[in-house]
């Protein structure tokens, strides 16, 4: 098998599934409880938390724990919407967001909150002009992500907070940093706000956090007995906290040189993909390495996509969570329909080979000029 579909998810690790199987089978006490049992799995849990919170030098008040990216989503969005409407129902996001972003904002629209897109420039950079005339008095929230899930486009954090907060200083900032963390630095600091998952990072699925910096106020999604977390209550599942934070650690250790593996890797693939010309590849100068996302002229992506899973090749169209549809990322970046609803990903990871990908190029070669013959057949 060769597995190129990294964004989407990746196989848990060896190391980080040791970890999760010793808390299952040698802490089963609930951390909420006061006996002995419960007394040594808190003690774990702070443990797994206080490494989360040093390796991204946050607060441990300003962790929480979530089911991965997409409620630590809801929660920001939502929760700053609930918290902060006295002051203002307006919010900003950018073109370049993750489906789940837009279904709440969609769901905040309906309930009387308005929503702007901002723009970006033909490479995906933000345009920060748009931005800044877009913020007014009532902007409560802007998010904006870090890397972009089907074009790998990476936004520059810093300098957007530096706009939002000298145009309006009580406007947040949420980033959802899920494809960014384990390939780029990120730093917490650049951000009010931020949504992860452990699923992209060799973690377990299920798993993720809200870094939530400890001045912003949001309202809870989920209530319970609160002895976990005010925010997000329920026994924490303590196998899955001690996995991410092992997870977190590996993740987060070498980038460098794991983003300059993955670097040759992605120019070897383009040298090869250039030469087609039935396709295009949808990259721009910010687009990071271990995202190549290109577009059939002819082929039907998933018409490809079977094709190559007969030899047990795995990639997707523009993102597992938004399969068949258009890709509203290279939408945002070509404004061309056709280009965008025909686009693939692959995704690629430090674990990646070059063998992988000597033979991923051979066959990629083998499908699609059969596929191009039968097109030409059909239409004879
Ligand atoms: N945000 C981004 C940028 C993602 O890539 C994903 C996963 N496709 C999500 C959110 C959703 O993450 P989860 O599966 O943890 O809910």
Redesign the pocket.
């Known amino acids: 098998m060769i597995y190129l579909d990294y964004?989407?998810t990746t196989p848990v690790s060896y190391d980080v599934l040791d970890s999760y199987n010793k808390a299952t089978r040698d802490y089963m006490g609930n951390a909420n409880s006061i006996h002995a049992l419960g007394v040594k799995s808190k003690v774990l849990l702070n443990s797994a938390i206080k490494q989360i919170c040093e390796l991204f030098n946050i607060q441990e008040n300003e962790l929480i724990i979530t089911s991965?990216?997409?409620?630590a989503?809801n929660m920001a969005l939502k929760g700053v919407a609930l918290a902060y409407q006295n002051r203002g129902k307006h919010i900003i996001v950018s073109k370049l967001e993750?489906p789940?972003i837009y279904r709440i904002c969609d769901f905040l629209e309906s309930q009387g909150f308005e929503i702007s897109y901002v723009n970006n420039d033909e490479d995906g950079l933000i345009d920060f002009e748009d931005l800044r005339k877009k913020i007014k008095d009532e902007t409560i929230l802007v998010s904006i992500?870090a890397v972009n899930?089907e074009v790998g486009i990476r936004q520059p954090l810093k300098t957007i907070r530096q706009v939002i907060k000298k145009e309006n200083p009580n406007t947040l900032f949420h980033s959802?940093i899920?494809?960014a963390i384990g390939k780029i630095p990120v730093s917490l600091h650049d951000v009010d706000m931020a949504?992860m998952?452990a699923?992209?990072i060799f973690g377990p699925k299920g798993i993720?956090f809200l870094y939530k910096n400890s001045k912003v106020n949001i309202v809870p999604l989920i209530h319970g007995s609160g002895k976990f977390n005010d925010l997000r209550n329920g026994t924490p599942p303590l196998p899955l906290i001690v996995a991410m934070s092992k997870a977190c650690r590996i993740a987060l250790k070498d980038l460098e040189s794991k983003e300059i593996k993955v670097k040759k890797l992605n120019e070897r693939i383009c040298l090869e993909l250039e030469k087609y010309d039935g396709i295009l590849i949808n990259k721009t100068k910010y687009s990071i390495p271990h995202i190549l996302n290109i577009s059939f002229k002819n082929i039907r992506p998933e018409t490809f996509i079977h094709a190559m899973e007969d030899d047990e090749i795995y990639l997707s169209t523009n993102?597992?969570?938004s399969s068949g549809d258009l890709s509203t990322s290279v939408m945002a970046l070509y404004g061309d329909k056709k280009r965008a609803m025909s686009t693939i990903r692959i995704s690629l990871s430090y674990v990646t080979t070059n063998e992988e990908i000597t033979k991923f190029l051979n066959i990629f070669k083998l499908r699609y000029n059969q596929l191009n013959e039968l097109i030409s057949v059909d239409s004879k």
């Open positions: 964004s989407a991965g990216a997409t409620e989503n993750h789940s992500c899930s959802d899920t494809q949504s998952s699923h992209k993720g993102t597992a969570c």
